[in-house]
């Protein structure tokens, strides 16, 4: 009788969830698609939180001279909204879970580089997370996320330190996972898996890292000297002894808006990866793709002026800030033009992860273009601080990264759970989000137009109808919000078996069993072509 | 206790640098000041802290990336101070 | 086979040299983002230097040269024994890994020890932000002090985590946890002390040496 070869024992390993099933197998993990799943619950309750404010903001703002809420109230809830859907969903959203958990396997590694660090990680999240909720529950701040001083040091009567110590410790989560993912992607990946074979989610997982390693320590320095000031009475942002309060918002957006490429770049990974499956075919330009996603991220870093155009910023430095933002757009505009080739020509299957994809097609280019308008020194003037600016991040990070994550998600949702959802509800899922997005977000943009500023509880009549659909629109998306959460808890326990590779889509992610082994691969693979090698149709 | 280490004479070569650079700035001050005051002041802390990173960090003996990285902060750091100081510089001249 | 000294490499690793880059990296990166964080306060000296170049060099006239200077000299002091130790536990040899970590240990007490009582004269002089303040400052000197003792402030904390490190080096050297094979821990702590030097060494002259005109 010959003893079991090492592949025949690895067929009999349990996959990831299964094994030990204690909870504190689960909170001890160091397997990085369990603390993917950590994450994940993490981030859905934090979703559930902004979105709740959300709500009642829309609510409020249903009627020209609702009072709901008083004014103070209403400050602290768009804080409150802001803060937690950046810091506590959006930025770890596709990094900390569908990267955490897909990055290895893409790479054909069984784990990342420091799996204790990757712990570590979590548990950093979640110390800011309760830190952050605690400053909530005892009252919140009205500074809004962005944190401008003087108010924010100075005069607000807010929990402001403490809600900034918060995000002061969930930023160490970020960095700590960027500088892992940074590392994993140069020294784990398998033989002959070179830098251009990589799949486009990889390169876009490893851009948002080097930009969550390098831009948030800013945010970090940032919010200790605002606290500082407020502690001691006295800083550097204070125009009593000299100081500026300018020279906060410079040190803020130098984080802040790397930020935001921070909350698209992965999204744009996962685009990339759908977008060819759901064709058949191989991504059109796959090295401009990549040197796209990386330019993103270094042009990213010198525009962050754009948000300061109207603060008493040199106007100079406006026009440079103008220029150079006019310049990140080019690649971003090759990625949509590129994605669109992908898709001329191909076999197209209108599945869920791809019906996801389109929505972002639509919604990030309408999005985008918005911001070649803000980013215009005249245009901006007027529309500075308006709804115009609330309607074009919304399209880019809602319409864009929240649409991204969810068919991501979707996307691998066989290989994370080994089940398939439900295709007919989820695809009405995904039309009901865009529906509801597109009524919530675009009427934002006339109103922008036509004048009504941001964080304002109450408007003009002339307003009203604008309004309501805008929050009618948004009773549309929570709905369409609300079926996934539903549907994938059911679909993990009573969903269809999934096989190996249900999509039949390349990547090294997909040769392995759904779910996988813990040590993700029976031998590890080795590469031999480039990704999306799919047969010529 | 047989194992190869990396050699201890570089090591003091470079201590003994980094002492006399800081004599020299510290003596420098008894001089009276001109415009060169301030860039020599730096030039010194960037040669002090360049021998600290490349024998002290070891990174005469790394390979190429490892010196990108130990190098890239700095770049970005510089990206921060120029298009920061683009700012101030201009905010008074004249529209 | 395996002892208490023998390392074992995380399911991830091929060989104990990718390992070993892939530390390096890793603490590099981590560099990076300490760059970063001291970087914001070096742009804030930046522009109010160029601001109020006469309120600064009044500001560096308050700081006590010598002590500064000796500081100075003791960081990189403490350097050289860190490099020392570095490369002595690389041949093996435990005894000299630990009189070089508690000499580093010792020259960073120290250096706290100098810094406060460097603050503590800034305090008998009224010149600490957010107590009363000397009244008859100009206001930018304010700025100067703020930056001085944030700047200098975060770096010792900094040290302050350097010595709990080293604390902590020492006890894995007396469980023989660190070889001539494995000496990471060494090498990317002894990375992170000399980091902190390095900021000292730009701290030095931009905070002691304003020249006065």
Redesign the interface.
């Given at each position: 009788m010959n003893p079991a070869t090492p592949a025949e024992r690895q067929d009999a390993a349990p996959s990831y969830l299964g094994g030990e099933t204690t909870v504190a197998s689960w909170l001890g993990t160091l397997d990085h698609k369990r603390i993917a799943l950590l994450y994940l619950f993490t981030i859905t309750a934090f979703f559930v939180v902004g979105a709740v404010a959300a709500a009642l903001m829309r609510w409020q703002l249903a009627v020209p001279t609702a009072d709901l809420v008083t004014s103070d109230t209403y400050n602290r809830l768009f804080t409150l909204h802001g803060v937690v859907m950046v810091w506590f969903f959006l930025i770890p959203s596709i990094p900390a879970v569908l990267g955490n958990f897909i990055l290895p396997l893409a790479i054909g590694a069984r784990d990342v580089a420091f799996p204790r660090l990757n712990l570590a990680s979590w548990y950093i999240f979640v110390a800011g997370g309760l830190v952050t909720l605690y400053a909530i529950v005892v009252g919140g701040v009205d500074t809004g996320w962005t944190f401008y001083t003087p108010y924010s040091s100075t005069y607000s009567n807010g929990h402001v330190m403490v809600m900034a110590a918060g995000i002061f410790v969930a930023g160490f989560s970020s960095i700590a996972t960027g500088l892992n993912f940074i590392v994993t992607v140069h020294k784990l990946r398998a033989p002959g898996l070179t830098w251009f074979r990589l799949p486009l989610f990889v390169w876009a997982i490893y851009a948002t890292s080097i930009i969550m390693v390098l831009a948030t320590p800013v945010l970090a320095i940032t919010l200790l000297l605002m606290g500082l000031e407020r502690v001691l009475g006295v800083g550097i942002f204070d125009p009593r002894i000299g100081g500026d309060p300018l020279l906060f918002q410079h040190l803020f957006w130098f984080y802040s808006h790397p930020a935001v490429y921070i909350m698209i770049l992965p999204g744009m990974g996962v685009v990339s990866e759908i977008i060819t499956c759901f064709s058949r075919k191989r991504i059109f330009g796959y090295p401009v793709m990549a040197v796209s996603i990386l330019s993103i991220a270094g042009l990213g870093f010198l525009v962050w002026g754009h948000h300061m155009f109207v603060s008493s910023q040199s106007v100079y430095a406006g026009v440079v800030f103008s220029f150079l933002s006019f310049m990140v757009s080019v690649p971003s505009a090759i990625k949509v033009f590129n994605w669109i080739a992908t898709m001329y020509r191909g076999s197209i299957t209108l599945s869920t992860p791809l019906l996801y994809v389109l929505g972002f097609l639509a919604l990030f280019t309408i999005g985008g273009l918005t911001g070649v308008f803000l980013a215009t020194l005249a245009v901006d003037v007027h529309l500075h601080d308006t709804y115009f600016v609330i309607a074009h991040f919304h399209y880019i990070m809602v319409g864009g990264g929240v649409m991204a994550y969810l068919g991501g998600v979707h996307y691998w949702w066989p290989k994370i759970s080994g089940r398939m959802f439900p295709e007919g509800i989820a695809a009405f899922a995904a039309v009901t989000i865009f529906v509801g997005f597109n009524l919530t977000f675009f009427p934002q943009y006339l109103l922008g137009y036509l004048g009504m500023p941001r964080r304002y509880m109450t408007y003009p009549a002339e307003f009203h109808t604008l309004n309501v659909i805008s929050t009618l629109g948004a009773l549309v998306l929570a709905v369409g919000y609300v079926l996934p959460l539903v549907y994938l808890t059911w679909s993990f326990f009573r969903g269809a078996p999934a096989g190996p590779n249900p999509w039949g889509a390349t990547g090294l992610e997909w040769q392995t069993s759904s779910p996988p082994p813990e040590e993700n691969f029976r031998e590890t693979p080795v590469v031999t072509g480039p990704p999306y090698d799919y047969p010529p149709l | 206790m047989n194992a190869q280490g990396p050699p201890f004479r570089p090591l003091y070569g470079t201590y003994a640098a980094l002492i006399v650079l800081l004599a020299m700035t510290a003596s420098a001050t008894a001089l009276p000041a001109g415009w060169w005051s301030t860039p020599l002041g730096l030039a010194v802390a960037v040669a002090k802290a360049s021998l600290i990173f490349v024998f002290f960090m070891r990174l005469r003996s790394q390979v190429p990336l490892v010196r990108i990285f130990a190098l890239v902060g700095f770049f970005f750091l510089a990206v921060m101070l120029i298009l920061t100081l683009a700012d101030y510089f201009t905010r008074l001249l004249p529209v | 086979m395996n002892g208490p000294s023998t390392p074992s490499l995380?399911?991830?690793?091929g060989d104990f040299r990718?390992r070993d880059?892939?530390n390096?990296?890793?603490m590099?990166?981590?560099?990076?983002?300490?760059?970063?964080?001291?970087?914001?306060?070096?742009?804030?000296y930046?522009?109010?230097r160029?601001?109020?170049p006469a309120?600064f060099a009044a500001g560096s006239h308050t700081l006590d040269?010598w002590r500064g200077?000796i500081n100075?000299?003791v960081l990189?002091?403490s350097?050289?024994t860190?490099?020392?130790g570095?490369?002595?536990?690389?041949?093996?040899?435990r005894t000299a890994l630990r009189n070089c970590v508690i000499a580093t240990a010792s020259l960073g007490v120290l250096f706290l020890a100098i810094k406060a009582s460097e603050y503590h004269e800034m305090y008998a002089k009224h010149l600490v932000?957010?107590l009363p303040?000397d009244p008859q400052a100009p206001?930018?000197l304010?700025?100067f002090v703020?930056?001085y003792f944030?700047m200098t402030g975060?770096h010792a904390v900094h040290m302050l985590i350097g010595l709990g490190l080293m604390a902590w080096l020492l006890r894995q050297n007396r469980r023989g946890r660190l070889t001539?094979?494995h000496h990471a821990p060494v090498e990317m702590f002894?990375?992170y002390w000399?980091?902190v030097?390095?900021v000292w060494?730009?701290l030095?002259?931009?905070l002691y040496?304003?020249?006065?005109?």
């Open positions: - | - | 995380p399911a991830a690793y990718q880059l892939a390096h990296l890793g590099w990166a981590f560099i990076a983002t300490e760059v970063l964080f001291f970087g914001g306060l070096f742009l804030a930046v522009v109010y160029i601001t109020y309120a040269f200077t100075t000299a990189l002091t350097s050289l860190m490099a020392l570095d490369a002595y536990i690389k041949r093996g040899n932000p957010g303040f206001s930018p304010q700025l703020f930056l944030a975060l001539a094979a002894g990375l000399h980091f030097d390095c060494v730009f030095y002259p931009l040496l304003i020249p006065q005109r």
